[in-house]
C-alpha cells in the first residue's frame, strides 16, 4: 500500500503515455481502442484511490507529494503532489477521457490509432500539468499539451482545420513564452537571495522570493496573459471560436472540458500566490474583463447560428464566471472571497460537464445530419426523445438552474462577487439572464416547433454507445446540484487556504527537506 501512495501520481502521469506508445505499432484498430479503453479506466480508478485517501490536513493541504532531484546542477526536481483544488480537476480529467474514447468506439478512421495514441498523450500532458510543484516540470508538461492537441484538430478537425490550429498554437505559445521569461527571472531572484540555499525551480522556493512592486507588476503581467490566452479571457478569446468548430468532437469536448481550466487553474496555483500584491493591483482588470467576457460571450453565443459556434462562446462566457470568481477580493486586507473561490472552482468542473455534455449532444446530430446550422432542425423531440433528454438537461446545468451544478457554482460565485464588487456583480447577474436566454434558444430552435425537414423525420435517437457516454454526464450534473458537498468536502481546506492567505500560500523551506527525505510527506 505505501509502494502504491508514493507512487500513484506518477502513476496517473506517465501511464496514458505508455498506453500511447503501446497503440502506436498495433495492427487491429480494436485492439488499440480496447487498450486505451482499458488504459484510461487504470488512470480514472487510481485517480478514485487518490480522492478517497486524500488527506487535507498535510502541510498546506499538499498530499501525495513526490520529490526527486531531476537536474541537480540547476536545482530542477521531480516534484509532484496534489491539493483539494488540482483533486477536483484530476478527477474530472480521468473522468471524461473514458468517456470522449467509448463515444468514438466505432470510428472507421484509418487513423484512428494515431487519434487514440495522442489522446492519451494528451492526457498524460494534462495530468502532468495539473500535479507539478516544479516550475521546469509545470513548463514541460504545459507545452507538451499543444503538441496531441495540434495534431488532433490540424489532422481530424473541419475544412479550416489548419488556420484553426495554428491559430491556436501562436497564441498559447506567444503567452507560454512570455511565462517562461518570467519564470527565469524568478530562478535568478531566488538564487540571490538565498545563495546558501542552491539553485531551485521549485514551486515551494519560488514562492519565497521577495521582490518590489514594479518586478511584482511585470512578472505577474507575464504569468496572466500566458493564462489568460488559455482560458480564455477576452480579448484573447478570438482562437476559441475557430479552435472548437473545427476540431473533432472529440477534441472539443476535451477543449472545453479541461484545457481551458489550465488558464483558471494556473491563476490560483502560479499568478495570486507567486505575486499577492501585483494579483490585487491588478484585480479590478481582470475582474472587469472577466465582466465584459460574460456579457460579451453571451450576446455573441446568442447571435450564433451554428450550434456548435453558440457553445463555443458560451464557454467564453461561463468561463468570465470563474475569472471574477477567482480575483474577488474582500476590502480590509481580508483576502479572497471564499464564497466566490469556491464557486469559481466548482463551476470549473460543472463546465466541463456541461460544456462537455454539449459539445457530444450537437456531434451526435452532425453525425447523422452532417450540418451543425440550427435552421436545419426543428421538432427533433418527436423523433429522438432520449437525445431531447440529455440535452435539456445539459442545457439546465448550463444555464445554472436550482437542482444543478451550474446553479451553485454560479450562485456562489456572485455572492461572493457583491461583497466584494457590487458592480461587477449587479453586471454579472446579467450573464445569467442571457444565458438563459441563448441555451434555450439552442433547445428551442433544435427541439420543438414543427418538423417540416423530411431529413429529421427519419433520424434515429441515441445509440447504446450513445446512451453509456452520455449518461454518466447527466446524472453528475444532477449530483453535483442537490449534493455539492460530496465535491467540496475535500476541495474546501484548500480554497479556504488560498482565499485567506492567498499571499502566504506555500510549502516552508522545513516541510520541503522533510518532504523531500521520507519521499512522501508524512509517510
Not at 501512495?5 to 481502442?33: D, E, G, T
Not at 486505451?36 to 487518490?50: I, K, M, P, T, W
Not at 511565462?179 to 524568478?186: R, Y
Not at 456579457?295 to 447571435?303: D, H, K, N
Request: with cysteine.
Amino acid at each position: 500500500m505505501e509502494l502504491i501512495q508514493n507512487n500513484i501520481l506518477s502513476f496517473i502521469i506517465f501511464f496514458p503515455m505508455v498506453v500511447a506508445l503501446c497503440i502506436a505499432p498495433m495492427k487491429s484498430a480494436k485492439s488499440a481502442q480496447l487498450t486505451a479503453l482499458l488504459g484510461s479506466l487504470a488512470v480514472f480508478v487510481a485517480a478514485c484511490f487518490v480522492w478517497c485517501n486524500y488527506d487535507p490536513s498535510k502541510p498546506s493541504h499538499m498530499d501525495f507529494v513526490q520529490i526527486c532531484d531531476w537536474i541537480p546542477a540547476f536545482g530542477i526536481k521531480y516534484i509532484v503532489g496534489v491539493d483539494g483544488i488540482s483533486l477536483l480537476l484530476l478527477v474530472l480529467t480521468a473522468f471524461l477521457v473514458p468517456l470522449i474514447i467509448i463515444s468514438r468506439w466505432d470510428a472507421d478512421d484509418a487513423k484512428n490509432k494515431a487519434f487514440l495514441a495522442l489522446f492519451m498523450a494528451l492526457e498524460s500532458g494534462m495530468m502532468g500539468a495539473l500535479l507539478s510543484l516544479d516550475m521546469v516540470l509545470f513548463y514541460i508538461f504545459w507545452e507538451a499539451m499543444l503538441i496531441p492537441m495540434y495534431f488532433i484538430i490540424g489532422i481530424w478537425g473541419g475544412k479550416r482545420r489548419i488556420y484553426a490550429t495554428t491559430k491556436f498554437v501562436i497564441y498559447t505559445v506567444v503567452g507560454s513564452l512570455l511565462m517562461l521569461a518570467a519564470a527565469i527571472v524568478l530562478y535568478h531572484m531566488y538564487t540571490a537571495q538565498f545563495p546558501d540555499a542552491g539553485p531551485s525551480t521549485a514551486l515551494a522556493d519560488l514562492y519565497k522570493v521577495k521582490m518590489n512592486d514594479t518586478y511584482q507588476y511585470w512578472l505577474y503581467a507575464a504569468f496572466a496573459l500566458a493564462f489568460a490566452i488559455k482560458v480564455p479571457m477576452f480579448p484573447f478569446h478570438t482562437w476559441l471560436p475557430d479552435a472548437h468548430v473545427e476540431a473533432p468532437t472529440a477534441g472539443s469536448v476535451i477543449l472545453a472540458g479541461i484545457l481551458l481550466k489550465m488558464g483558471t487553474y494556473g491563476f490560483l496555483r502560479f499568478a495570486l500566490p507567486l505575486f499577492p500584491q501585483a494579483a490585487f493591483a491588478f484585480a479590478p482588470l481582470i475582474m472587469s474583463l472577466g465582466v465584459i467576457g460574460i456579457i460579451y460571450g453571451a450576446l455573441t453565443a446568442w447571435m450564433q447560428t451554428d450550434a456548435k459556434k453558440l457553445v463555443a462562446y458560451s464557454s467564453v462566457s461561463h468561463l468570465g464566471f470563474v475569472v471574477i470568481g477567482s480575483m474577488a477580493f474582500l476590502g480590509g486586507g481580508e483576502g479572497l472571497s471564499p464564497e466566490a473561490l469556491t464557486g469559481a472552482v466548482y463551476q470549473m468542473i460543472n463546465h466541463g460537464i456541461s460544456t462537455g455534455a454539449l459539445f457530444f449532444l450537437v456531434g451526435v446530430i452532425y453525425e447523422r445530419r452532417h450540418t451543425r446550422m440550427l435552421s436545419d432542425y426543428g421538432g427533433l423531440a418527436s423523433v429522438m426523445p432520449w437525445f431531447s433528454i440529455m440535452l435539456i438537461v445539459a442545457t439546465l446545468s448550463s444555464v445554472g438552474l436550482p437542482g444543478t451544478g451550474g446553479f451553485v457554482g454560479e450562485f456562489l460565485i456572485l455572492i461572493g462577487t457583491f461583497n466584494a464588487n457590487p458592480l461587477a456583480g449587479a453586471v454579472a447577474s446579467l450573464g445569467v439572464l442571457l444565458g438563459a436566454i441563448y441555451m434555450l434558444t439552442l433547445c428551442k430552435k433544435i427541439l420543438f416547433g414543427p418538423l417540416d425537414n423530411e431529413e429529421n423525420k427519419q433520424l434515429k435517437d441515441l445509440s447504446i454507445k450513445e446512451f453509456v457516454y452520455l449518461t454518466p454526464l447527466a446524472i453528475l450534473a444532477i449530483v453535483m446540484g442537490v449534493y455539492p458537498k460530496a465535491f467540496l468536502e475535500k476541495a474546501r481546506p484548500s480554497i479556504s487556504y488560498l482565499a485567506k492567505n492567498y499571499s502566504e500560500y506555500r510549502l516552508t523551506g522545513l516541510e520541503l527537506e522533510e518532504m523531500k527525505s521520507n519521499k512522501v510527506a508524512n509517510r
